[in-house]
């Protein structure tokens, strides 16, 4: 399974930006996608998280900000993410869990300035 993440870059506080994960390979119909975020210094932490079946879980922090969908014919995952805060920076990560496996792909940089 490959990730293949887009959409990170430099936006100023209170922007939006919309980060796009498509997954590849051999998956299959269950699984779960979702973002991960690194701040420098920091451990990952948890953004947001989709289910095959629509359930989404948030991390109180980007509650109400960031949404989280996801197109399943297509493998797609997709973070919107509203009222950018300086707090928000970090390198966004892409996981598919699929029968008790992770994947990753690689970051893409989110920055935002004051």
């Given at each position: 399974?490959?990730?293949?993440?887009?959409?990170?870059?430099?936006?100023?506080?209170?922007?939006?930006?919309?980060?796009?994960?498509?997954?590849?390979?051999?998956?299959?119909?269950?699984?779960?996608?979702?973002?991960?975020?690194?701040?420098?210094?920091?451990?990952?932490?948890?953004?947001?998280?989709?289910?095959?079946?629509?359930?989404?879980?948030?991390?109180?922090?980007?509650?109400?900000?960031?949404?989280?969908?996801?197109?399943?014919?297509?493998?797609t995952?997709?973070?919107?993410?509203?009222?950018?805060?300086?707090?928000?920076?970090?390198?966004?990560?892409?996981?598919?869990?699929?029968?008790g496996?992770?994947?990753?792909?690689?970051?893409?940089?989110?920055?935002?300035?004051?």
């Amino acid at each position: 399974v490959q990730l293949q993440a887009s959409g990170g870059g430099l936006v100023q506080v209170g922007g939006s930006l919309r980060l796009s994960c498509v997954a590849s390979g051999s998956i299959f119909s269950l699984y779960v996608m979702g973002w991960y975020r690194q701040a420098p210094g920091k451990q990952r932490e948890l953004v947001a998280t989709s289910t095959t079946g629509g359930i989404t879980n948030y991390a109180d922090s980007v509650k109400g900000r960031f949404t989280i969908s996801r197109d399943n014919h297509k493998n797609t995952v997709y973070l919107q993410m509203n009222s950018l805060k300086p707090e928000d920076t970090a390198v966004y990560y892409c996981d598919l869990t699929m029968r008790g496996v992770d994947y990753w792909g690689k970051g893409t940089q989110v920055t935002v300035s004051s």
